[in-house]
């Protein structure tokens, strides 16, 4: 297997992290590739150009980072990645949707400043702002705790990509237990050997 990711990528970076905490790392060799480059390694393998991309021994490319998770599930006999209790996948759902709104609202900004649609800036403010309302209320009550599965990497993996590429949103600000939740879970080893670029 090989693992085809970006440093800055959240996507990718959930796989990373999964990579360490199941053990499974030094079973993936990882390859640091370019996007948006016609000349990229990535494309002989993933036209469509995004990672994570994992190459399978057998040939098989495998992308998206909640089919990877999935796959490599089956790969190890520790934990499993992906929850089955319904208030987890529920967790999971709402850490998805806000790396979904990052990714949005970091594609309208990497546009000219004359081609960026106020509404789609706004639109997206105020949707990570009312979630992240709620996972202060949630991390607060004791949510995204105990073990390490899809729902607090996906979610540290997305803030954390905040912290250091995305800083047009000051999630932090009035959200004391999900910061204080934030530390605890990226002073782990997997997420501090993953941790995004500044830019």
């Not at 040939?59 to 998770?69: C, F, N, P, R």
């Not at 967790?91 to 790396?99: D, I, M, P, T, Y």
């Not at 970091?106 to 509404?119: C, H, Q, Y």
């Not at 789609?120 to 309302?133: G, P, Q, Y």
């Amino acid at each position: 297997m090989k693992l085809f990711y970006v440093p800055g990528s959240p996507y990718a970076r959930m796989v990373r992290v999964a990579l360490l905490e199941t053990g499974l790392a030094s079973r993936v060799p990882q390859a640091e590739v370019t996007l948006r480059d016609p000349a990229s390694a990535l494309l002989p393998f993933n036209p469509v150009g995004r990672v994570p991309t994992l190459l399978l021994d057998d040939g098989t490319v495998l992308t998206e980072a909640l089919l990877i998770l999935t796959f490599l599930d089956r790969q190890h006999d520790g934990t499993r990645l992906l929850p089955e209790a319904p208030a987890r996948l529920a967790e999971l759902g709402v850490a998805l949707g806000l790396l979904e709104g990052i990714a949005v609202w970091n594609r309208e900004l990497r546009r000219p400043v004359n081609e960026r649609s106020p509404t789609v800036l706004a639109l997206e403010e105020t949707r990570l702002n009312r979630v992240a309302d709620r996972l202060e209320a949630v991390v607060a009550q004791g949510g995204y705790g105990g073990r390490l599965d899809a729902a607090p990497i996906a979610l540290g993996c997305g803030l954390g990509y905040c912290e250091g590429r995305h800083r047009a949103w000051s999630w932090r600000v009035g959200r004391p237990a999900l910061s204080v939740w934030f530390d605890i879970l990226t002073s782990r080893p997997s997420f501090s050997a993953t941790t995004p670029p500044v830019n």
